[in-house]
């Protein structure tokens, strides 16, 4: 039972333009939400965070938005640059102090030059 | 500073045979977390420590699997008996308090044959 669901595995966005990643979530009990970035042999590296108190958080050229009505998040990245090409990771947990993340499978990110 | 530590970044043995996975965290974090990730998903919740006690460790599949950290620093996660399911990719996280971000190693990519 997938309780956090990203449902496109790719994304192909060109650079300078915005990149959306999606994700979609079934727990009710969940109210604090992550974005993770994953490179080829490396460890997950946390990108931005939100509490299910707001509907928006920014940082930089990151935002994430949260739909606690529709169960849905989505990262928006502007622009985009090659470096953010990837695997995006969303996580979710019950509460700030939760220790236990449910990832989605994850979204690969390409930014076309 | 140095980040998660994991050791050794490949593991390839033989099914039925007994490995240790060695996790070094960021200096001074008092939480430490095990995941596994398989090929195509997101990383799956293990086990998690605070100090040196296993505060939740809900997310070990079976009595194969065991976890210490006894100094509250390093852990090993151990794995009895491996079967050829057990491959993945297993990532340890560490925060410098319960409720802080989580910050992932490289992870140890485990194959059994």
């Known amino acids: 039972d997938q309780q956090v669901k990203q449902n496109s595995p790719s994304l192909s966005v060109q650079e300078g333009r915005i990149s959306i990643l999606n994700c979609d979530y079934t727990n009710s009990m969940f109210d604090y939400f992550l974005w993770y970035k994953k490179y080829p042999a490396e460890g997950p590296t946390f990108l931005i965070s939100?509490?299910?108190?707001?509907d928006k958080n920014e940082d930089g050229r990151f935002t994430v938005f949260l739909n606690k009505s529709a169960k849905h998040l989505s990262l928006h990245i502007v622009p985009s640059q090659p470096g953010d090409s990837a695997v995006y990771f969303c996580?979710?947990?019950?509460?700030?102090?939760?220790?236990?993340?449910?990832f989605g499978q994850g979204t690969r990110l390409t930014i076309n030059p | 500073g140095a980040g998660v530590s994991q050791t050794p970044s490949n593991k390839v043995t033989e099914k039925g045979k007994y490995v240790e996975l060695r996790c070094d965290p960021i200096?001074?974090?008092?939480?430490l977390y095990w995941y596994r990730q398989s090929l195509g998903q997101g990383p799956e919740f293990l086990i998690y420590f605070q100090g040196t006690g296993a505060a939740d460790d809900s997310g070990l599949p079976n009595d194969r699997f065991f976890a210490v950290r006894p100094e509250g620093s390093v852990s090993t996660l151990k794995i009895q008996r491996t079967e050829r399911g057990d491959s993945a990719v297993y990532l340890c996280a560490s925060s410098l308090t319960a409720d802080s971000a989580q910050h992932f190693g490289d992870g140890t990519r485990l194959s059994i044959l």
């Open positions: 996580a979710a947990s019950e509460g700030q102090g939760a220790q236990k993340l449910v």
């Open positions: 939100i509490s299910s108190i707001k």
């Open positions: 200096s001074g974090h008092t939480a």
